[in-house]
């Protein structure tokens, strides 16, 4: 485990979570365009300046201006580990003192970056560690952005998933905004293509979602029966899955946009044939993926992931049936940085 310096807490306002129109309106009462509003995105998100005096195509009275109430706002990691596949597991502080964590994937020439929308998550899935580590707070825009940004590896990153401690659909402004400066050219420029938010079904946040974003969307679903579902997804009771993948079914699409289910795989629990069968009846003639993840077990313990040769059964089974299914590797175990089952245990 790493350590990085002790995190300096400023009073001065943050850039960093700020759109390039909400810059543009902070700065044009003193006498400066959109394109100087542009310049400090791009020096922000893209280029990564450390401070306000290194933005590029700005003047230097602009740049003594802005530092005198304002901080680039970058939150830096406090922590991390590195698993011995390459994956890193990172831990930010806020301001306040909630901690987050952030996983980076390496893999070939895709490198992901799978984000918290919160620290904790009130969901409380009966499978997932972050549910024991209670709810703790919303995420700012900014401190979301961070976890792209303000990783040693922010150059190399190419696709975001909202999979880490949270429910991103229940931060919903906070996470809307993210992905739009991730998306814009004058913000990360990351492709909404690259892009995908996952919700345990949150139907409100998705109706808007859906509406306000054209990034990718995840349902994780992790069991095809209700009844069953809502032993492990408690939201189940008032948001039903079939509802939401209805929607997703019937939604007009947009050029690549991405449907999917995430199916944790569990051994003895979700992976009968039952299971498999009822899977292909909910979303055969569909677009809709299905992502089977295997399950990083939690230090509650209880369950194990099925075994690999399950997996690539239900994967088979599923695309002789014309379903676009994929199997997960396991990345990061030995960090218990499983996407969407981040461990609470902050390892300190
Ligand atoms: S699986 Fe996701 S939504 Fe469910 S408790 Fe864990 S972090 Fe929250």
Redesign the pocket.
């Known amino acids: 485990m790493y350590f990085y310096k002790k995190k300096v807490v400023t009073d001065k306002k943050k850039l960093c979570g700020l759109t390039a129109a909400e810059i543009f309106e902070l700065i044009e009462p003193w006498g400066y365009s959109l394109s100087h509003a542009v310049a400090i995105t791009n020096s922000l998100y893209k280029v990564k300046a450390s401070g306000i005096a290194g933005i590029s195509k700005i003047p230097k009275a602009l740049k003594e201006k802005l530092s005198l109430e304002f901080e680039m706002g970058v939150d830096k990691p406090v922590r991390c580990e590195k698993s011995a596949d390459g994956a890193i597991k990172y831990l930010f502080q806020s301001d306040s003192g909630l901690e987050f964590e952030t996983v980076y994937i390496p893999d070939g020439k895709r490198n992901t970056v799978c984000v918290s929308a919160q620290s904790g998550?009130r969901?409380?899935?009966s499978f997932?560690a972050?549910?024991s580590y209670g709810f703790r707070g919303n995420l700012s825009a900014g401190e979301i952005l961070s976890q792209v940004i303000g990783i040693p590896e922010a150059g190399r990153i190419t696709h975001v998933v909202f999979m880490g401690?949270?429910?991103p659909l229940d931060n919903y402004d906070n996470v809307l905004k993210s992905c739009e400066i991730i998306n814009s050219e004058w913000g990360k420029a990351i492709s909404r293509r690259n892009v995908t938010v996952s919700t345990?079904g949150l139907l409100i946040g998705i109706e808007k979602f859906l509406n306000n974003s054209q990034c990718n969307l995840t349902l994780?679903l992790h069991s095809p029966f209700p009844e069953e579902r809502k032993q492990f997804?408690p939201v189940e009771k008032f948001y039903p899955s079939g509802e939401i993948i209805r929607l997703m079914k019937e939604y007009p699409r947009v050029k690549k946009r991405r449907f999917s289910l995430a199916y944790v795989m569990i051994d003895g629990v979700n992976d009968s044939d039952e299971h498999l069968q009822a899977l292909r009846e909910l979303i055969t003639g569909s677009e809709i993926r299905i992502n089977l993840l295997p399950y990083h077990p939690t230090e509650k313990g209880g369950y194990k992931s099925s075994s690999p040769e399950k997996m690539n059964y239900f994967k088979h089974n599923l695309m002789i049936s014309g379903i676009s299914a994929s199997v997960r590797k396991s990345r990061g175990s030995d960090i218990s940085a499983a996407c969407?089952?981040l461990a609470s245990s902050l390892k300190r």
Do not use: K
């Open positions: 998550c969901m409380g899935c997932c972050t549910a401690m949270g429910e345990v994780s997804v969407g089952l």
